[in-house]
């Protein structure tokens, strides 16, 4: 029997229409089976507005330089926002911030601001293989980091500007330690509290969002290392806009975990207290409206009293939510990639100049192989002349045929690469003035977008994306086949 189409039932799960703000799929995933939704607070739900953020976090810690010793001119240093981008290396040695393929290969390198030449890159980065865990290096991973990388990359500039010998190593330390006392001591998070509209995002569907969860029956929890004060200042400014029988956004929860220092909570068997003291709670024992500090992952998993594969938490930092999920237990996970979208579009406008660049890819190849079709027989007589032996005329005709077309290729070959290489710039630039793509690296798959692949089971731009899809959708993965099985 022929089913009519459209179902009704299927009215509203029909997908977003914007690619931009779909949820991709790298391990498939039954939300059907599904019993508990985790979620993060900081750039999951509370999504920042990022070049605000960042002003504001650097010219606090711009100041706690200063007063560290720092000389005062650095006050009035210039910055860009817009520089860094997740998933860089800082090396800290050098004083150079490195963007990587999946193969721990740099493939763009800028000290300070100021971008590496190709041989210094050569020099510095490709002669060994890079340690990338050991101290000299640390790793970027999410928005929240940018900006320590934004006031390295300016401070490193300014001091070298000014003639000043610069301990790269430890101007780090300091400027990683002057953001941090910033987040501290109330320089950052007074001014969100005072106007979290000006700082932060709402999204008025979050509410819909969470509520169509629990009305399919699954329940929800909030796990995040922010301080109970600031996650309930945080929430009641996100969760305003929600259907009205919530009232206050603690009823959207079954269970709410602050200050839970993840990434330890997943391996920790630190005690749940409630906020404002008091003494520890067992983990079964947890209830609803209360708000919990510290806890750990076990306990939280006999609270919930569902295999682990039943939960599902959504994170944007790929160490501290994701990877700790998958490796520590076996959580689904669903990352926030809040740059996907930017992402996503500019992929779509660049559909012509990725073609030509497959157009121009196969054309190399081609000059390649026709290139070795002369270069062999070329060098046979090249060889037997050189040893002294004296050619055939029709031998010497046959040299000088493939000498002339070998010279040819080279030309077209030359010309090609410089299209590519040109074209290769274009489309990077199209994504990010300084580094490309997010994604990718060249050719290759960028160390982020590597890890992405391997740790998130689901990637979306934000957590509103959710609503285009039933609470009872099958998200598949399309890599259930390997490249021999390709084509
Ligand atoms: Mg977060």
Redesign the pocket.
């Known amino acids: 029997m022929q089913l009519s189409l459209p179902l009704p039932e299927l009215a509203d799960a029909g997908g977003p229409s914007a690619a931009g703000e779909r949820v991709y799929c790298n391990r498939t995933l039954r939300l059907d089976r599904i019993d508990w939704v985790g979620f ?5 739900l509370a999504v920042y507005r990022q070049a605000t953020m960042d002003r504001l976090t650097i010219d606090a810690a711009l100041g706690k330089l200063v007063a560290a010793g720092y000389p005062e001119s650095l006050r009035s240093c210039a910055y860009r926002t817009d520089f860094p981008i997740r998933g860089l290396l800082v090396d800290r040695k050098l004083g150079n911030i490195l963007k990587m393929d999946r193969y721990a290969y740099v493939k763009r390198a800028y000290h300070g601001t100021r971008e590496l030449t190709k041989e210094e890159r050569r020099r510095c980065y490709h002669t060994r293989r890079l340690r990338t865990g050991s101290p000299r290096y640390h790793w970027v991973d ?1 928005l ?1 980091a940018l900006s320590e990388v934004t006031l390295y990359a300016a401070v490193v500039d300014a001091l070298e500007a000014a003639g000043e010998a610069v301990d790269h190593d430890a101007l780090f330390g300091d400027v990683r330690e002057a953001v941090d006392a910033s987040h501290q001591d109330g320089s950052i998070n007074d001014h969100i509290r005072a106007d979290p509209g000006a700082h932060v995002l709402r999204d008025p569907r979050l509410g819909h969002t969470l509520h169509r969860l629990r009305s399919a029956g699954k329940r929800l929890f909030l796990l ?2 922010s301080p109970p004060e600031t996650t309930e200042a945080m929430m009641t400014f996100l969760l305003a806009e929600g259907p009205a029988e919530y009232g206050q956004w603690r009823a959207y929860f079954d269970l709410v975990v602050t200050a839970a220092k993840k990434p330890s909570f997943f391996a920790s068997d630190a005690p749940f207290r409630p906020a404002g003291g008091g003494a520890p709670r067992a983990a079964t024992g947890l209830e609803r409206n209360v708000v919990y500090t510290g806890g750990n992952r076990a306990g939280l998993e006999e609270r919930l009293g569902v295999t682990p594969d039943r939960v599902l938490y959504v ?3 790929i160490y ?2 994701v990877l700790s999920a998958k490796k520590q237990t076996a959580w689904r996970t669903l990352m926030i990639v809040q740059e996907m979208e930017a992402e996503v579009e500019t992929h779509r406008q660049l559909a012509p100049q990725r073609e030509r660049l497959r157009e121009l890819e196969g054309h190399r190849e081609r000059l390649h192989d026709e290139l070795r079709t002369h270069q062999g027989p070329l060098k046979a007589l090249e060889r037997r002349r050189d040893a002294g032996e004296e050619l055939a005329p029709a031998e010497d005709a046959t040299r000088l045929r493939h000498r002339r077309a070998v010279t040819r290729l080279r030309a077209r070959l030359r010309a090609t690469e410089d299209e590519l290489e040109a074209l290769e710039q274009r489309i990077a630039g199209a994504f990010h003035g300084f580094w490309g793509s997010l994604f990718k690296a060249g050719a290759e798959v960028s160390s982020f977008g590597y890890q992405v692949e391997a740790y998130a089971g689901l990637y979306t731009s934000k957590v509103t994306n959710l609503l285009s899809y039933s609470p009872m959708h099958e998200f598949r993965s399309p890599h259930d086949r390997m490249p021999h099985e390709l084509g």
Request: cysteine-free.
């Open positions: 993060d607070m900081d750039y999951t999410t929240y995040t290392n994170g944007d930092h501290g939510d």
